[in-house]
């Protein structure tokens, strides 16, 4: 990303359900929040392990959350040794702008990724489209491949584009693809306010395969407030996945939590390999996405024929193709939004940001699914938030105070 390098997301994709929600990271579309130690001879340093562990709007992607408010969806950091490579390659950041003009784009990208999730939703709930999802999730590659060649075009200069052999960028292709499709087929079948509380296992989970790979541990606090938000989704995965007797009332299938899982398990694995992608081919954010997108859809089509169970095209109402359409521009309107997100404003209010997407998102699926304020799965629904609120809370104030040590060490020199 253009800009302020530590601020770039990684692996941010606005074309998964979320936003990221999640990522687009990805959150599920956010910003590194992660300050970790490491332990073990010959460890690289702590700036380097702050690429590591990722808040799960970074893979919203796209939102949809990326979240990769991952990326995600949907650009949640650039690599140590990356910076000057990418910097020198890549047009200067957009000038600060005023209050007005970074509220407006912080309200779009809320209003986008918000609005991708329920126009997915309401895609996948007609039995024609709900098994079409590679052929879907190509559609959302070849839009945001298209969205990011445009702002590339020297009009714009978002990003300079470089190119990485598919060799090189198959891997994560395939990861990326996973980290799409799974969370949409958890969407499908499954209520919108159980989607985007499970997104919220992403966290730990990144933690979890951060510890084990590279011995990265979290603040003592951070874990304890890990607790109660994993808690919090089981309480959700149970009461919303109970059968009940009102039909009006919509629940979650089984396969809507085993999709959700595999989902959380694809976004952490994709959300751990971008940052030794940053690394390995010293670009930014975009740059990867920019050579991810057109493969992914190119081995989608493959696929597509063997797996996906196409609708009768004529067949399909009018209002469908006009919210695939919509689907799409969401996703292009995330992917901009979060650039002018990440180059203007602090940790602090892509974070509020992240946080007012999930809780507008749980509160709209819960109006949407018929349950009443006395619904059991309610408990488990503010145990969740509140816990990765304040896992954020706790993470924010450990950053603030590395930047102050970093400063007094600064200046000590």
């Not at 989704?233 to 059968?243: A, K």
């Not at 399909?316 to 901009?336: E, H, K, Q, Y």
């Amino acid at each position: 990303m253009v800009g302020d390098n530590s601020r770039d997301r990684a692996g941010s994709f606005a074309s998964s359900a979320e936003t990221a929600a999640d990522n687009s990271n990805n959150n599920n579309e956010k910003i590194l929040l992660t300050p970790i130690t490491r332990t073990g001879k010959g460890q690289s340093s702590e700036d380097d392990d702050l690429e590591k562990l990722r808040s799960p709007d970074e893979l919203d992607i796209d939102g949809y959350d990326n979240e990769n408010e991952e990326a995600d969806s949907l650009l949640r950091g650039e690599p140590d040794g990356a910076v000057s490579a990418v910097a020198t390659s890549q047009p200067a950041a957009p000038p600060p702008s005023n209050f007005t003009t970074s509220l407006l784009w912080m309200v779009i990208n809320t209003l986008a990724t918000v609005g991708i999730v329920f126009t997915n939703k309401a895609i996948f709930s007609d039995p024609s489209l709900k098994l079409a999802q590679l052929t879907f999730a190509c559609f959302h590659f070849f839009i945001t491949y298209l969205t990011l060649y445009t702002i590339s075009l020297p009009r714009f200069a978002f990003f300079v584009p470089r190119r990485a052999s598919i060799r090189d960028i198959l891997p994560l292709s395939i990861a990326m693809s996973l980290n799409v499709i799974l969370p949409n087929l958890s969407l499908a079948f499954s209520t919108v306010t159980f989607y985007q509380v499970a997104r919220i296992l992403l966290t730990p989970t990144v933690a979890l395969m951060n510890y084990m790979l590279y011995s990265s541990t979290l603040p003592k606090n951070a874990i304890i407030a890990l607790i109660p938000a994993c808690l919090g989704v089981g309480m959700v995965s149970y009461y919303d996945s109970l059968p009940s007797s009102d039909a009006s009332i919509k629940t979650t299938t089984s396969l809507g939590v085993i999709f959700a899982l595999l989902g959380i398990l694809a976004s952490s694995l994709y959300t751990v390999w971008i940052a030794s992608y940053h690394r390995k081919l010293q670009m930014s954010s975009m740059q990867l996405l920019f050579n991810q997108a057109p493969v992914s859809a190119f081995l989608l089509l493959y696929i597509i024929p063997f797996v996906d169970t196409f609708p009768v095209w004529t067949e399909v109402p009018v209002n469908r193709w006009v919210m695939i359409m919509m689907s799409g521009g969401f996703a292009s309107l995330i992917n901009i939004s979060q650039f002018y997100i990440i180059a203007q404003t602090g940790p602090v209010s892509s974070t509020v940001v992240g946080h007012v997407k999930t809780c507008t998102i749980v509160a709209l699926g819960w109006i949407s699914s018929g349950r009443g304020v006395g619904d059991k799965s309610v408990l488990g629904v503010f145990v969740a938030i509140g816990g990765i609120i304040a896992y954020s809370i706790v993470m924010l104030k450990e950053k603030a105070k590395q930047a102050v040590a970093a400063a007094a060490s600064q200046e000590r020199r």
